[in-house]
Structure formats: C-alpha cells, structure tokens
C-alpha cells in the first residue's frame, strides 16, 4: 500500500474537477490547494531523505504498478480537457471564474501532464516515450522533448544550458528568456540531427515539423468542435502549463553552474548541481522531481528509484512553496542567494 502513495498526484486534477463542478469561488480551488494547503501541509509534516536498501530498490524496479501509475495521467488529462472545453463551451461564467479554471487547468497540464511527460520522455521503450510526446502536446510544448534530452541533460548548470537560470535573474526575465532559447535551441538541435544522417528539412525525421502539425490539429480540432472562445481557453491553459514548468526549472538549477575544465569542456554534472528537497508532498505530487540531482546523475532512472545525496544543495521550502517565493524576486533572492556556493556567484 505504500508503494501507492503517488496516487496522490491525482488530488490535483481531482481539485480541478471540483473546481470547475461547483463554479464560482471554488474555481480558485487548484491554484488555492496546490500553492496555499500543499505548502502549509509540508512545513508541518517531517521531511523525508530515506533511500531504499537493495532488496526495495530492485523490488521497486521491476514493480510494474508504478509505470501505471504514470500511464493513468493520460486518460485523466485528455479527459479533464474535454470536460473543461466542453463545460466552457455549454455555460456562461464570470470573468473571474474563467481566470479561475484558465489556472486550474494549466496546473494540471504542468503537473500530470507535462511534469509525467517528461518523466516518460526519459524513458528507453518508444511507446512511453510517445505517451509522454502525448501529454506535452496540451501545453503546446512537444519541442521540450528535444531540447530537454539532447540539450539541458547536456549543458545543465552552464550558461550555454537555456533553462539554467543564472544569479539575481528573476523568474519573469527567466520565463521570456528560458522559452525564447529553448524552441531555438530545439530546432538547432534538430536539424544537426537531420543533417547527419543526411536527411532533409522536410524528412519524416524532423520531429519539431510534426510536433507543429500535431499542435495546430490539437487546436483547431478544438475550435472544430467547440468555438473560438474554447479555443482561446485552451491557448490561457497551454500557457498556464508550460510557465509552471519553466518555474520549476527556475527552481531546479537557479544560480548553480558547473566549473570549467582547463580543457574548455564542463566538469560533469555533479550532485551540487541541482536544488533538492526532501519536502515529502512535493516529492509524491510531483513524483520525486525534487530528487533533482540523482535524475541529472542517471537520467533514465525511474523515479521510484531516485536518491538523495548529502551534498545535494538542499531547498528550505519543498518546491510547491519555492514556486511561489520565486514569484516575488526580492524575498526570493534574499532566501536564496546566500545559499549558492560563493565561487558559482561570480562566474
């Protein structure tokens, strides 16, 4: 029963389903749950740094339950999607409650459907990494898969790495700076690929084309069977999704850069490279993405399976709360700042 303990990541699309049920004030209730009560619930309850001995981690390896714990999130996400369109597209709301499920839904994109995409995305069978490819697609954001694998797995915690926020950058630079930098990087990185195995432009190979046509028949099917004021919606929410990931990538790596070798090339990445936390709801809600270190250690590691390191830069808050501290720059820095090792600050 203990290994179910992620199913707790499905209390965020169920609040959203609440949210948009009732209506009125309780459109608020994901943003409320998962940026109010879930960083209230972490500072009570204890932290949590266990590791599992052998026998768990090999049991847990192999325990299938937890790949379909993963898998669940795309019928829940693609099914919230049409609940929501469709209950916009049948009722008329106030202004403030469509801001309401604009963020709602968008928490849900960025959590069970992006956060989940990129944890199949890392994964060596071709169909989990089609369903992560799945649940990037809502946010608009399928080009994450390329630069996320072949570029920051690559160049994390240099300046070269786009999603690498550097010293006293703020999350809103960050967020033109991180998304601007990563579609262009993303391309880069696919026409090198295209270009040695000698394929053109127009190949069946070039991933970022289809993740455009998939994007654009994603949205006009939704404008196909709803109107333009659901079209609109469902564009708020992609946006919603994808700057609640680039918050957390701000998080992941802010201020922590790599040294640089006599040779030119990066020391490798290293557990001092990402921020951690032990903070235990963020850990099951987000299915062990504030084990930063140990997945940029072995990125095909399962997340069941992810450790945390004593020499991990530790956060003080888990990373539900840090996502709202980096919300507001000055407290931010001022928590943050005198944390970063002091030779990483002035390069």
Known sequence: MKDLKYLAALSIPVSAVLSIYYGGIWSYLTPVYAFVIIPVLEIILPLDAENYDAATRENRKVNKVFDWMLYANLPIVYGL????????????????????????????????????????????????????????????????????????????????????????????????????????????????????????????KNDMFWYLVLQFGYLMLILFLFNIPTLLFALGSAVVGFLLLETVNYIEHYGLLRLKLPSGRYERVKEIHSWNSN???????????????????????KYQLLDCYEDSPQMPFGYPTSMVLALMPPLWFRIMNKRIPAPMKIR
Do not use: C
Not at 282 to 289: A, D, P
């Open 81 to 204: 999607l049409f609940y929501y369109f469709w209950s916009f597209s049948q009722n008329a709301y106030a202004s403030y409650e469509i801001i309401g499920f604009i963020l709602s839904l968008g928490i849900v994109l960025g959590t069970n459907g992006i956060n989940v995409g990129h944890e199949l995305g890392h994964r060596q069978q071709s169909k989990e990494r089609f369903l992560g490819k799945l649940l990037l697609l809502p946010s608009l954001y399928m080009h994450f898969y390329i630069e996320h694998n072949f570029g920051h797995h690559v160049h994390a915690a240099t300046k070269e790495d786009p999603a690498t926020a550097r010293y006293n950058q703020s999350v809103y630079s960050f967020w033109i700076t991180s998304v601007s930098r990563q579609i262009a990087k993303a391309w880069k990185i696919q026409l090198k690929l295209l270009a040695l195995e000698k394929r053109s432009f127009f190949s069946f």
């Open 279 to 301: 903070h235990i709801l963020g850990r099951i809600i987000l299915y062990e993405l504030t084990r930063h270190s140990d997945h940029h250690y072995i990125s095909s590691k």
